[in-house]
């Protein structure tokens, strides 16, 4: 195939800590032309007119009504990972743009961190580390503890793709788990992983010693986890966020870990990210903060450039797009 | 502790057993206490949950650099978060277990449902049931295990045997995208070789809640490497495990008090 004859494609740009992996670069120059913003800016008059697919990945380029204005042929924009809350989908759709995100394969890695995160915070892992580190420490104190995750009640709020895939690991703990979802699970589906359907999300606060945010972010999920949810939770309960930091009220969450309503908090998002330097959730001892790597994996980011490969094929192609996401 | 010696032992002519809490008895001169005629007995149920967590807590931690990353979010130097910042996968990965009692049984339980392919190392075979509850294939050699594992998790008791059973060798047949999980004692271990394979990437990684001594010198190397993750000993440090710690140790002294069966003994 002459390179000539490869679809354009818009992305960021390649490499650095936020571009296109350099690695998956040669791949994709099997499929497309690839075009980076700062080419497209300096030859706009070029490539306007050719590029007909944008590649974004981690939410990059930012695709508003002046780029669509400005790539008349656009046909498709591929987004990285699962969540779509920074993709403005009627303004695409009123262009005529389709778009697709790489919804399961993201699953598994997610699930694995909710886990990581869990066991962590109740073991008090980190602080254990820098105990163990520090030049300071001349003992390892016997009274000190954490708590156990073994048998004890996990509340799982989205019990979506990835809600199911940690319910599945929690139940080799001998968790007892508790969901609350829009939609209830089949009956092979629940006994499956032993889960108990709370229809209401109170009945799963005040039983839970952990609790599980994995659920999109969309306006009846905004700040679902308030200063109301968080005093019916146990006061010797944590709070795990894998899903969007915008799910809880950030203000909230920082008075109820100063004044203990809850016990700690573990969170892989924060809303901004990262969080501005003196914000108070940096100073709390009782929370731990990931650097929002649910799906930094190698092998699953290659995956999803696959995913996003095929959904783009398949928009240049007027075929069924896979995971396409619909407004 | 206390620290059972001779002089403890000579002074109490009545002392019909000792009730270890914990499952490793390696602190405990039993040949001299069995002169005695004093029991010793340990508490392996009470432990093996939390260890077994603590082991899964070790590779999760490690697989996905938990630490560092922690570090990361809250550094005063952060401004944006690396999108090329990677670690390795848990899920689907091989799983290689060295010691398949209590506690790696445990393990192999947890570990199944993160679909892991788990590979073992015991003195005994397993039965057959056992095995395929948890999917779990038998390596005899060791070897074998150590070559084809992702993660290699040392869950045996010390004993002369297993002293330095992991060294220069064993490292070296490891993968180098490998990590050493340790959450059984420090000297299963050949340290000064497991400082030389992190610092030369002979293995990927190591995650330690046992080392020898506890705690390290500060000025040791293990300390000085960002690709080892070390916790105070804490795999049954929690408040639900020292209570049937405490239990089972209970349970146990009275049945030697009482002249029954003994669950724990030694």
Same mark, same amino acid.
């Given at each position: ?9 818009l ?13 998956h ?6 499929y ?9 800016? $300096? ?5 306007s ?14 695709v ?5 204005q ?11 990972g ?15 743009v ?23 915070? /109740? ?26 995750? /073994? ?22 703990? $001998?968790m ?9 699970r089949n009956?092979? $589906? ?5 889960a ?53 009220d ?6 109820a ?9 573990a969170?892989?998002?924060t ?29 699953t ?9 095929? /959904?783009?094929q ?9 995971? $396409?996401?619909?407004? | ?18 009730g ?21 007995t ?31 979010a ?45 590979l ?13 509850a948890?999917?779990?294939?038998y390596?005899?050699k ?25 060294g ?33 990437k002979v ?12 705690p390290?010198?500060?000025d ?12 105070p ?10 209570r ?23």
């Open positions: 195939m002459e390179y000539q004859e490869l679809p354009y494609v992305i960021d740009y390649i490499g650095g800590k936020h571009g296109v992996h350099e690695d670069v040669e791949f994709l120059k099997k497309f032309h690839l075009i980076t913003l700062k080419e497209y800016i $300096e030859n706009k008059k070029f490539l007119e050719k590029i007909r697919a944008i590649y974004m990945w981690y939410h990059k380029p930012v508003n009504e002046e780029l669509l400005s790539l008349p042929n656009l046909k498709i924009v591929a987004s990285s699962v969540g779509i809350d920074h993709l403005d989908l009627k303004l695409l759709s009123g262009y005529g389709k778009a697709s995100n790489t919804p399961f394969i993201v699953s598994s890695d997610t699930a694995d961190l909710a886990m990581a995160l869990m066991l962590a915070s /109740s073991r008090r892992l980190v602080e254990g580390y820098q105990m163990a580190v520090s030049p300071d420490t001349e003992y390892f104190p016997a009274d000190w503890l954490g708590d156990a995750v /073994s048998g004890a009640t996990l509340g799982i709020i989205g019990m979506g793709s990835i809600g199911y895939k940690v319910a599945e690991r929690a139940k080799a703990f $001998e007892k788990i508790l969901y609350h979802n829009r939609n209830r009956k092979e $589906e629940e006994s499956a992983v032993g108990v359907y709370c229809e209401k999300i109170h009945h799963l606060l005040q039983q839970s010693d952990f609790v599980l945010l994995s659920v999109n972010l969309m306006p009846a999920t905004h700040k679902l986890i308030g200063k109301r949810e968080l005093e019916l939770m146990k006061p010797t309960a944590t709070l795990i966020n894998v899903s969007r930091g915008l799910v809880v950030q203000d909230a969450l920082v008075e870990l100063q004044n203990k309503v809850i016990k700690a908090a969170l892989d998002v809303y901004p990210e990262p969080l501005p330097r003196d914000h108070p959730l940096l100073k709390l001892k009782n929370v731990i903060i990931t650097p929002h790597m649910g799906t930094a994996t190698k092998k980011r290659l995956l999803m450039m696959e995913n996003m490969i095929k /959904s783009i398949a928009g240049l192609m007027g075929l069924p797009i896979p995971h $396409e996401v619909l407004l | 502790r206390p620290t059972i010696d001779r002089k403890l032992l000579e002074s109490l002519p009545n002392l019909k057993v000792i270890n809490s914990g499952v490793g008895v390696d602190h405990l001169d039993l040949k001299m206490i069995a002169n005695f005629g004093v029991k010793v340990n508490t392996p149920h009470a432990v093996a949950d939390s260890t077994a967590d603590i082991g899964m807590a070790l590779m999760l931690a490690s697989a996905r650099r938990l630490v560092e990353g922690c570090q990361i809250v550094s005063p130097d952060t401004k944006y978060f690396a999108v090329d910042w990677l670690g390795v996968e848990v899920t689907r990965s091989t799983l290689g277990i060295i010691g398949m009692g209590n506690i790696g049984y445990k393990v192999a339980q947890r570990a199944r449902a993160f679909h892991m392919r788990i073992y190392h015991n003195r005994k075979q397993r039965r057959k049931e056992e095995e395929e948890v999917g779990a294939h390596c005899e060791i070897e074998d295990l150590l070559q084809q594992s992702d993660f290699v998790m040392l869950v045996v008791n010390l004993t002369p045997e297993t002293h330095k059973l992991i220069k060798k064993e490292l070296g047949l490891m993968k180098p995208t490998a990590t050493l999980i340790n959450i059984s004692r420090g000297a299963v271990i050949d340290q000064d070789a497991l400082a030389e394979a992190l610092q030369n293995v990927r990684a190591a995650a330690l809640d046992v080392t020898y001594p506890e390290l010198p500060r040791h190397p293990l300390l000085k490497l960002n690709n080892i993750i070390i916790t000993h804490i795999g049954t440090a929690t408040v639900q495990a020292l049937m710690m405490a239990e089972e140790a209970i349970a146990n002294m009275l049945a030697v008090l009482n002249g029954q069966p003994i669950p724990s003994e030694v």
